[in-house]
């Protein structure tokens, strides 16, 4: 069974650019989180999808947002990048969100803002 | 607000000896809690999890944990340590969200070192 998918692993951008980065989970996982990973912060989550809707969301500004797909895969975007927003992002796939159901991560996609 | 410390940084070990890496969380509830492993550059891998029933939870690679709800603790043991343990171990706390579901809160992380 294939793990979490992300994609690209490495990324450099520009500051003032934008970037989308992609998650394909689990098969049969309907739930995806994403996770900001820093030295400084830690693991921060951004938010969960479930059924293509946003149930929930971190505290991070409008800049940062997502969506889900009708077969799961769910892609997050960064606009107006900052130095700041360079970071490893991880997704995590769950078979559905309610209760403790565990999460697996995928390798993460490394963001670079110069 | 529902928090999980780690209070060890960093842990060095000998290769062969025990291990424990500590956790404390902080809920009104008994949460669901979880112990992940990540290599340098790497995603993150559960090694184990706890929802309910026996306190005492065997996990990949030979590590252990034991919820203790009087001391919010869910502490991580390997009876003894390998070379390839050497990694960063995160606990984590799932906590209900008010839209459903729920997220991961995850602690600061523990970097384990082994000695040869």
């Known amino acids: 069974k294939a793990g979490v998918t992300q994609t690209p692993r490495y990324l450099i951008k520009t500051r003032g650019q934008q970037v989308t980065l992609s998650c394909s989970p689990i098969s049969g996982h309907r739930s995806v989180s994403w996770y900001q990973q820093t030295p400084g912060q830690g693991l921060q989550f951004l938010f969960e999808y479930f059924s293509e809707t946003q149930r929930n969301k971190g505290n991070f500004p409008g800049r940062f947002s997502g969506r889900q797909f009708s077969n799961s895969r769910s892609e997050m975007n960064v606009s107006t990048l900052e130095l700041g927003d360079s970071a490893l992002y991880l997704c995590a796939s769950s078979l559905v969100p309610q209760g403790g159901t565990e999460a697996f991560f995928g390798q993460g996609t490394r963001l670079t803002v110069v | 607000a529902q928090s999980v410390t780690q209070p060890d940084i960093h842990i060095t070990v000998s290769e062969g000896a025990s291990l424990e890496l500590r956790c404390n969380y902080s809920?009104?509830?008994?949460?669901?809690l979880f112990w992940y492993v990540q290599s340098p550059g790497q995603g993150l891998q559960l090694l184990l999890k706890y929802f309910s029933g026996d306190t005492l939870v065997q996990g990949i690679k030979g590590f252990e944990a034991e919820f203790k709800r009087s001391q919010s603790s869910f502490n991580l043991r390997k009876p003894s340590v390998h070379w390839s343990d050497a990694a960063e171990y995160f606990c984590?706390?799932?906590?209900?969200?008010?839209?459903?579901?729920?997220?991961?809160?995850f602690g600061t992380g523990t970097q384990l070192k082994v000695e040869l």
């Open positions: 984590a706390v799932g906590f209900p969200l008010t839209g459903g579901g729920n997220k991961l809160t």
């Open positions: 809920y009104g509830a008994t949460p669901y």
